[in-house]
Structures are given as C-alpha cells and as structure tokens.
C-alpha cells in the first residue's frame, strides 16, 4: 500500500497570519494555487483559500491591504501524516470535503507538504472518482422531520 509521503508535494510555501490579505492573493498568483497553508513559526494554524479571501473579505468590504490574513483563514483544518496510507487519507478528505490537506511530519508534527486530489489522481489511482464525486456534491442541511 503506498504512503502519503510517495505521493505529496513537499516544499510547500506557507504564510504567517499577520501578512495581508492582498499578500495572500499575490503568493497565489504566482504559485498558481487556490490554498496556502497559514503557519506561526512552524505550526500549522490555518489555511487560507481564494474561496476566504473572495467570501471573508472582499464581499464583506473588508480592506486587502490592511485584513491580516488571520481574520480570513480557516482555523478548523484536517491535516495527515506522512505515514498514513493513501487510502486512509483520501477517506479523511471525502468526510472533510476537502481537496487538499497538509501532510504532518510523525516524529515532529512539522508540516512537510501537502497532498491533494491532483497529486493522487495522478500518482495513485484507487477510489479517486469516488472521492471526487463525493467531495463535489454539495452536502444536505440537517433538518427536523416535520410531521404530516
């Protein structure tokens, strides 16, 4: 069975939670991604995504120059290990509903990359339409059973 570590994208470029907004969308542009991880020194606090910076702070007016990135960032994020089973870690992305997720060092809890849909569909080919599908169909609100 192949281990996240064959399979993710290490040297991840991560940001600190006081750099702006605008310096976010910047570093996304010229990665040419759409989530970049947000760290305090070397701990993982966050991720901000395109989707944050679009909904979090220009809808609501927010300045891009002067929102640090902290305002905006998810701070609930999933992550794995570099150990886990490719397998393991796609089931954790479908009950997440996330495409992407960092990738943890076992021994340090240091965040050494990121995996995403791209990098398993690409390097690792079990269940990826599945995961996929699931990830992609917007999930139900929960809602009381009225009676007739």
């Given at each position: 069975m192949q281990q996240i570590a064959e399979i993710m994208t290490r040297d991840v470029t991560s940001i600190s939670p006081q750099e702006s907004v605008r310096r976010a969308a910047q570093m996304m542009d010229e990665l040419n991604v759409g989530a970049i991880p947000v760290?305090?020194?070397?701990?993982?606090?966050?991720?901000?995504?395109?989707?944050?910076?679009?909904?979090?702070?220009?809808?609501?007016?927010?300045?891009?120059?002067?929102?640090?990135?902290?305002?905006?960032?998810?701070?609930?994020?999933?992550?794995?290990?570099?150990?886990?089973?490719?397998?393991?870690?796609?089931?954790q992305m479908r009950d997440a509903q996330i495409r992407r997720i960092p990738v943890m060092d076992h021994n340090t809890h240091a965040m050494i990359g990121i995996v995403s849909l791209g990098d398993i569909a690409t390097k690792h080919s079990a269940e990826v339409g599945r995961t996929l599908e699931e990830i992609s169909s917007p999930s139900q609100p929960e809602r009381p059973q009225l009676n007739s």
């Open positions: 760290c305090d020194g070397d701990k993982l606090i966050g991720m901000v995504t395109d989707r944050d910076i679009t909904i979090r702070a220009v809808a609501s007016g927010a300045s891009p120059d002067d929102t640090p990135v902290q305002q905006v960032m998810t701070s609930e994020v999933s992550w794995c290990f570099d150990d886990q089973q490719v397998d393991e870690v796609m089931e």
